[in-house]
């Protein structure tokens, strides 16, 4: 039995990978870059700046430090624009009745995202109350695949990696989680997400034992943390 939930935010809780999208979109146009919601994939969960740099790399393209920081603020104020208008409809389905479920069962819950936004998109959402802990881009150093966003998210819980249970929409959040020493329940298909311990299509129906015995069993097996 977990104590602890670590979850990402883009993909998981709330879809804003259209809002980065859009916003990588007019930077791309503005540099005459190729980018295509394809490319976009390899954005998720990737820091401001690695993003900026594969953008780059997609046009074979190279800039001076300087000149792309002011690109990946130009980008920060395209995608404030958008989650700026953002409600409650567009959480994902079933995030409400699962953080409501793990309230109840005395879980600690972390949010433990890439983004430098996390905390106004929380608020738009009218989510913030039910996170104990919010580990962001603001308070990391290095991005994911480093472990280094869950391992923070674990202590900010008064808790050991080991007993989190890390849920990632993305293949570096998987690795991430599992270099931390912590099972990763993957979002999404699992053909997209080889690595982790197991897969759900998305959070609604979800069931927090039935998640839990899952792991246990795998666990048992030798096949997760």
Known sequence: MHRGLLFDLDGVLVDTAKYHYLAWSKIAQELGLPFTLQDNERLKGVSRERSFEILLELGGRKMEAGKRAEYCARKNEYYLSCIRQMTRREILPGVCDFLQQARKKDYRIALG???????????????????????????????????????????????????????????????????????????????????????????????????ERRLAEKREKGGTR
């Open 113 to 211: 995202s890439a983004s430098r936004n996390s905390r106004l998109i929380l608020e738009r959402l009218e989510l913030l109350e039910l996170f104990d802990a919010i580990v962001d881009g603001t308070a990391v150093h290095s991005a994911k695949p480093d472990p280094e966003v869950f391992l923070q998210g674990a202590k900010a819980l008064g808790l050991a990696p080991g007993e989190c249970i890390v849920f990632e929409d993305a293949r570096a959040g998987i690795e991430a989680a599992h270099a931390g020493g912590m099972p990763a329940v993957g979002i999404g298909d699992k053909k997209d997400l080889p690595e982790a311990d197991l897969c759900l299509p998305g959070l609604q129906g979800a069931d927090l034992s039935e998640i």
